[in-house]
């Protein structure tokens, strides 16, 4: 390893002036006595040929990383399929239920809320669970299947 | 302190740039800028050495600090475009080397010690004096590698920028109060690790040159 020392004493940029770390410092010498490294003769080389490589490479100087369409379409399809499932039960669900019902508000609201109680004993509970559970339970399992599709699809890819 | 955008006193390392090595670096910059990749050679040829110096105080390995090296210059081309003009090319280039060394060190940390496992020799060569100042020397070194995040970093960066307190603050981006504070209690934990340090040793090996190199500094200036 070529090297030489290298050092300075610039006393009156001493990060403290407590007694002990008066001049001259044992610690300072040795921290600025230094060895010194050359670069390798071919290391020029080398960065200038990795700056070629991201020139060469596109929208390497600049820009965001292009989305990667490929892998998220499956994605998207499948989330819009689910989204599509959803809204037609929805819709479903709302031109089926009985106007008169309580139903029309199926939300079993915390206690804390205070609402009045009449609402919530006035709800039906057996229409309610299967009314909303189906499309609660689409919905879980469309998630699940949207994760694990994205899951295998980047497993194993490296990101660029 | 040179004036030439290629660097022109091998041996030495110089951190810092003059109001010339900027004016011919953003005639650099423009180029690069411009389209013209192969200029930036110029900026690499200037700062090779203080980047792997630098990088070398980071990880003490030789390989590694080239390696690192290298990523802060593509980090540094590829964002030539964010450098604002007022600050000197060298502050912005060293500050976004901090951050690659920092990062990547992270990334893969090199092998290191923690501070209780770092001990003062006490003589361990019976040779001579010196050789045992070497050895000492070189334990010193190796335990700022040691010493937790927040004091190493101001620590090496201290005396990289040769004790400029302001330059070291810049490259880390901390205000100089702040590195001023981590710079006094890593000194205090390397302190309490060698002890010796305090007044008992003899002048470390090397010291005459490092008279010279002061006296050279001087001349410089």
Redesign the interface.
Known sequence: ??E???????TD????S?P??SAPD???????????????SG??A???E???E??AAPS???GPIPFPWKQAIPGIAALAIAIAILVRLIVTTVRSTDPTAQIARPIAWPAWLHLNSSFNSSVDWSQFLRVQAGPALLALAGSWVCVAVCRRLAAGRPIR | MPTNPIPSAPGRVSAHAGPSDTSAEIAIVDRVLGGDVEAFVVIVERWQKPLINMAWRYCRDRGRAEELAQEAFIRAWRGLGQWRRESSFSTWLFSIAANVYRTELKRIPSIQLSLDQVTEPSRPFVHDAELDGAARDEAVRRAVLALPDSYREPLILFYFHEMDLAAAAATMGIPEGTMKARLSRGRALLRQRFPKLQDSLPDPPGLASVRKIETAKGDRQ
């Open positions: 390893m070529n030489d020392r290298k050092t300075n004493q610039q940029n001493r990060p403290d407590t002990d770390d044992n610690l300072d010498r040795i921290l600025l006595t230094e060895d010194t490294l050359h670069p390798s290391f020029t080398s960065v200038m990795a700056i070629h991201r020139a390497s100087m600049s």
